[in-house]
């Protein structure tokens, strides 16, 4: 029998290297696996590569494993929020990296790397600072940027839904970066509000197929809140 | 002699916003920026079935919910609240890039800080040195969207022209955008350069040119 499903947040957590690659999913509030966050604070990895949208908001969540000392560098489009303070704190210090990519470039990269694809070619950011460096090329009239897969070692998820075999559904704004970070990591961790005996979710409608996910654990903590 | 401000008459931020809502035809997929842009949606009537789409895999955004129908589960990329309207749909951020990547917007309208006559726009960032820049979705939305239009003041708060020949601050994108929409005039962006296709009310040509960093182009 299949059963993802783990009892506790140690048993979600295990194994977690120093140095591992861990994609953040969520967008604003919505979405963000918190209580995970949580959970890999607590279980003590260090030296870590974070790849989420933001740099965290105020003293929670991303913000404050930044703040213990514990990532050492930071991939992300936006590293504002509407309280960056520990991320601009410790960037001035130099004490994190930041890697700046844009969105788009950022999803597609993490896609890609779920997708056995380990570059590609796109027109985003061609001719601007954030191409400098990079290979380029022309390709039917049109200048591209080769952009490198982002590959995880974990992904963080909420799910709305969840059943054994890790099959899950989002909820609305909630999806964001989830599904593409559970396909690109080697180890997809995911905090979900409902768990549904196996064969209630509607096939048509799995959002991420279960082969993609790991670990599930149970977390109804209920609305997203604040940003 | 030059005009005085008080002989024209610039348009206003929400003038702007309903004439660039007024120039999107019915059936066309639109990305609207964060700050000015998203007044435009204010002025496109629901009965007229123009697609917003927004960066975080939302297509079909609606009107801003009341005080009581605000959706904890639903917000845009300036994580605002929002309403999806009947037909909305949902999809991951990769999708959601596809949909801009791929071409398939008709249309992303952006603020800008700058926007040179060869269609260079740089609204990102203010300087090369910039600490922690923040760009978000602006390049993959100026270099995938059919057409990009800019919204912004036609000069910054200290008077210089933001239409340039040469963009001074870091780019988005290069050659990306097609029309400026500012409280001056409507300008398109073609082979020539500028060209004026509309100017506030009062204002001579003259005055717009003495404003505008790079030179202006009737239509022929």
Redesign the interface.
Known sequence: MINKIVQTMADAMAGIKDGSIVLIGGFGAVGQPNQLIDGLIEQGAKDLVAVANNAGVGHVGLARLMELGRVRKIICSFPRSSDPVVFETLYKAGKIELEITPQGTLAERMRAAGAGVPAFFTATAYGTQLARGKETREIDGRMYVLESAIKGDVALVEAWQADRWGNLTYKLSGRNFNPIMAMASDLAIVQTQHVVELGTLDPDNIHTPGIFVDRVIHIPYGDPKGF | MSQTTADFKPWSRTQMAARAAGDIPEGWYVNLGIGIPTLIADHVPTEKEVVFHS????LGVGPQPGANEI??????AG?QYIT?RPGGS?????D???M??GGHLDLCVLGGFQVADNGDLANWATS?ND??????????LA??AKRLWVLMEHTTKDGKSKLVKTCSY?????GATTRVYTNLAVLDITQKGFVVRDMAPGLTWDTLQARTDAPLHKPE
């Open positions: 960066e975080n895999g939302i959706e904890p589960w639903l917000v845009n994580k999806l949902i999809c991951h951020h990769a959601s890039f596809a801009i990547r090369e600490t922690a820049p923040a760009v978000g979705g602006a390049m993959d270099a995938g870091p780019l988005t994108a290069i």
